[in-house]
């Protein structure tokens, strides 16, 4: 009798101890698998770029770098479970404590982070805006600018390669860094679409513009001056320039037209550049946008204020503002002013040097 109660004790001790050591074994597991086999050495969250051909030891090793993982046994015995044999191309972004499942998943299967890009009215050129498109991104500038002047592709979203910076409106947008230039270009069709809705686009229509033009329009604008309270102005003038068939004679374009974006001051010599941006030469609109400008700019447009402006020029103030003309005998006087300040400061200059 003794014998067998024993024996029952034993059996009952030995199943307790198995199952706290089971239960030992089940909750190690489950933290190492869901919350924690990864722990940031500064306790903070880390992200990483996945090359493509990139292999699954030099990720871990780079993540080694920045986390101590708690059971490597535990990580390899998970990654068997899971198949884990490559990791996805993209940009991940993990918190800075994470389970095991978590952070394969994400590699396995390309779970991501969207990255964000960011551009704004510096991109001047298409090849200033794939740069700074690209540079966030997997795709280089190279392969991006061959679709900005691809016309045959443009045409989809009734662009060409000197409109397709109006697609771009400036702004700052989430996407996955893995995004192909077709997919960029849809996701900036939706995002134009929804900028350019039925009350803005109706906007346009009232005063004879399609939203491309008025993005050709407010770049010009944005050209002339930095100073938000003279653009809706500038914006009215050269409305009305176009109503009455007058050329823009816009010196913002003759600065693209000759590829000096630094020119401070423009010269009879620069009048005579032969391109279609050459709006002293040519009439109407220039056949693109001369930077991609903000979408506060191009709403500066869409409601500019009625006015008989037709001329203006640089002020005598050299405060960056304008004086606006509705007669050519007021702009002249306005302008020999001008040229007379300035003529007075270089003068001044000589004498100093």
């Known amino acids: ?92 972004l993990f918190p800075s404590q994470i389970g095991d499942r978590e952070i394969i998943e994400a590699l396995k299967y390309g779970r991501q982070t969207p990255v964000r890009i960011t551009w704004d009215n510096s991109a001047r050129t298409r090849e200033d805006l794939a740069g700074k498109v690209a540079s966030r991104l997997m795709m280089d500038s190279v392969t991006l600018l061959k679709y900005l002047e691809d016309d045959g592709f443009l045409n989809k979203y009734g662009l060409d390669k000197e409109t397709s910076r109006c697609l771009f409106i400036p702004n700052t947008y989430e996407v996955y860094w893995t995004i192909t230039p077709e997919q960029l270009f849809a996701r900036m069709s939706k995002e134009y679409d929804t900028w350019w809705n039925e009350e803005r686009r109706a906007q346009a229509r009232e005063i004879g513009l399609t939203p491309v033009e008025v993005a050709i329009l407010a770049s010009i604008v944005e050209g002339e001056t930095y100073r938000k309270k003279d653009m809706p102005l500038i914006a009215s003038l050269y409305i009305n320039r176009l109503r009455k068939g007058m050329p823009l004679q816009a010196c913002p374009t003759i600065k693209y037209a000759v590829g000096d974006f630094k020119l401070k001051r423009v010269l009879y010599r620069h009048l005579s550049v032969d391109s279609p941006y050459n709006t002293y030469k040519n009439p109407g609109l220039p056949p693109g946008p001369i930077r991609c400008p903000n979408p506060q700019t191009m709403d500066f447009v869409l409601n500019a204020p009625a006015t008989d402006y037709l001329y203006m020029c640089a002020s005598p103030a050299l405060d960056g503002t304008h004086v606006f003309s509705a007669t050519f005998n007021s702009h002249a006087a306005a302008a020999a002013q001008y040229r007379q300040t300035m003529d007075t400061i270089q003068w001044e200059l000589k004498g100093e040097n």
């Open 1 to 92: 009798m003794f014998k067998k109660r024993y024996i029952i004790r034993t059996v009952l001790l030995s199943i307790g101890v198995l199952s706290v050591l089971v239960s030992g074994f089940v909750a190690e597991q489950y933290y190492r698998w869901h919350i924690c086999n990864f722990r940031a050495i500064d306790g903070k969250q880390h992200s990483y770029t996945v090359y493509p051909g990139a292999t699954t030891d030099s990720v871990l090793n780079l993540i080694r770098e920045d986390y101590e993982i708690s059971s490597e046994t535990d990580l390899t015995l998970h990654m068997r479970f899971l198949v884990f044999n490559h990791p996805e191309p993209g940009h991940y």
